[in-house]
């Protein structure tokens, strides 16, 4: 049975660091602050935007939410965007995915300050990543992925990385990542998507599997080889008669067979995504330490 790799034990360890930096940037009088900002009432982005809220006020952040109508414009938007720019009391702003229809998002992140540009999309983080330049940021997720495999000991310099997604979010950074000529990376990548051929004989050449392609079990006993690592990033929603949600979390992954085969592998929930919120506040520091 594959070892359990648990993402909250190890973001609770990156929080204990956060706290830690934080209580001396504080004593020095300054507080890193996030702005999270939320178009529309989208149920899940409600929900996350509330944990990021929660986490920041927990760590002693300076926390913005900012709640706008499912009508606000592109331009009043922009306008938002614009007034956090030049907040100072702002280091880190997050416009969460996905906006309205009538928003064009790819316009929102490029009008972010890169500097402020927390989550890592903006084109001049995305050029810094490819560069390997380490004063720009990394997506949270990719990033929280490096760390997961780091703290559980699992080593990435070397190692046959096989990502299934090529998503701006997950797998393109995180094949950009990992490939980074460093210690914490020097991975040899192949990105798998819908259009890969022999998709298990990839798969089960790999030393770590990584699945980000937002398709519930997709990933069988047989993807895998004995002994690989697998990391599951997806989190998809099942009709669950039983639960009294009448639905259940699963990620990408046949969790149940698949860990049998696996050496370790993530849980879904409680794997990648606490990470995630993890990365963003120490993104959030970074911003704040690279201001002063």
Same mark, same amino acid.
């Given at each position: *049975?594959?070892?359990? =790799? #648990?993402?909250?034990?190890i973001a609770e360890k990156v929080y204990l660091? @956060?706290?830690?930096?934080?209580? #001396? *940037?504080? $004593? %020095?009088s300054v507080t890193p602050g996030l702005a999270v900002v939320l178009v529309g009432d989208n149920p899940a982005s409600r929900a996350y935007v509330r944990s990021k809220d929660k986490m920041c006020r927990d760590l002693g952040l300076h926390s913005v939410k900012l709640e706008l109508p499912s009508s606000t414009t592109q331009m009043e938007l922009l306008v938002r +965007?614009? #007034? @956090?720019n030049r907040d100072p009391t702002i280091h880190g702003i997050? /416009?969460? $995915?996905?906006?309205?229809?009538q928003i064009d998002e790819a316009a929102i992140v490029r009008a972010l300050d890169p500097r402020k540009d927390v989550d890592g999309f903006h084109p001049e983080n995305v050029a810094k990543l490819v560069i390997g330049?380490? $004063?720009?940021? +990394?997506?949270?997720?990719? @990033?929280?992925i490096q760390c997961l495999l780091i703290e !559980? %000991?699992?080593? =990435? !310099?070397?190692?046959? +990385? /096989?990502?299934? &997604?090529? !998503?701006? =979010? +997950? &797998?393109?950074? @995180?094949a950009l990542l990992l490939m980074q000529k460093n210690k914490d990376a020097n991975a040899t990548v192949t990105v798998v998507h819908s259009q890969s051929g022999d998709l298990e004989k990839i798969t089960r050449s790999a030393d770590i599997v990584i699945a980000a392609i937002g398709q519930p079990n997709f990933v069988k006993a047989e993807h895998v080889r004995d002994g690989a690592v697998v990391i599951d990033v997806g989190i998809n929603r099942v009709e669950d008669?039983? $639960?009294e949600r009448g639905y259940r979390l699963v990620g990408d992954v046949a969790f149940h067979e698949v860990s049998k085969k696996a050496s370790a592998i993530t849980p879904v929930p409680g794997g990648v995504g606490p990470m995630t919120i993890a990365m963003l506040m120490s993104n959030t520091v970074k911003a704040c330490r690279q201001s002063l």
């Amino acid at each position: *049975m594959a070892r359990l =790799i #648990e993402g909250r034990a190890i973001a609770e360890k990156v929080y204990l660091d @956060l706290r830690q930096e934080i209580a #001396e *940037m504080k $004593s %020095k009088s300054v507080t890193p602050g996030l702005a999270v900002v939320l178009v529309g009432d989208n149920p899940a982005s409600r929900a996350y935007v509330r944990s990021k809220d929660k986490m920041c006020r927990d760590l002693g952040l300076h926390s913005v939410k900012l709640e706008l109508p499912s009508s606000t414009t592109q331009m009043e938007l922009l306008v938002r +965007v614009e #007034e @956090l720019n030049r907040d100072p009391t702002i280091h880190g702003i997050l /416009v969460q $995915s996905p906006p309205p229809k009538q928003i064009d998002e790819a316009a929102i992140v490029r009008a972010l300050d890169p500097r402020k540009d927390v989550d890592g999309f903006h084109p001049e983080n995305v050029a810094k990543l490819v560069i390997g330049d380490p $004063s720009g940021f +990394v997506p949270c997720t990719p @990033l929280g992925i490096q760390c997961l495999l780091i703290e !559980s %000991k699992i080593d =990435i !310099s070397g190692a046959h +990385v /096989v990502i299934l &997604g090529r !998503s701006m =979010i +997950v &797998g393109k950074p @995180l094949a950009l990542l990992l490939m980074q000529k460093n210690k914490d990376a020097n991975a040899t990548v192949t990105v798998v998507h819908s259009q890969s051929g022999d998709l298990e004989k990839i798969t089960r050449s790999a030393d770590i599997v990584i699945a980000a392609i937002g398709q519930p079990n997709f990933v069988k006993a047989e993807h895998v080889r004995d002994g690989a690592v697998v990391i599951d990033v997806g989190i998809n929603r099942v009709e669950d008669a039983a $639960s009294e949600r009448g639905y259940r979390l699963v990620g990408d992954v046949a969790f149940h067979e698949v860990s049998k085969k696996a050496s370790a592998i993530t849980p879904v929930p409680g794997g990648v995504g606490p990470m995630t919120i993890a990365m963003l506040m120490s993104n959030t520091v970074k911003a704040c330490r690279q201001s002063l």
